[in-house]
């Protein structure tokens, strides 16, 4: 793996599994949740909501080892 893509891999796995966490619940949840009568949003049952404006991850890079300077 060149050095480049190794040095964001931890972060684009964790980006990956927060992508993740926040997909709405799918469609037979809400009938089964509320029941066949009742008209609701997918996004009202999901725990963790998040927008890449609102509120970040705070994720940082791993650390590097500084390279010698001359």
Not at 50 to 64: E, F
């Amino acid at each position: 793996m060149p050095k480049k893509m190794r040095k964001r891999y931890q972060k684009k796995i964790k980006l990956s599994k927060a992508n993740r966490r926040t997909k709405w619940a799918p469609v037979w949840v809400v009938l089964k949740k509320l029941g066949t009568g009742k008209r609701a949003h997918p996004s009202a049952i999901t725990r963790s909501r998040r927008s890449w404006r609102r509120t970040k991850l705070k994720i940082k890079p791993r650390r590097q080892k500084k390279q010698q300077l001359g």
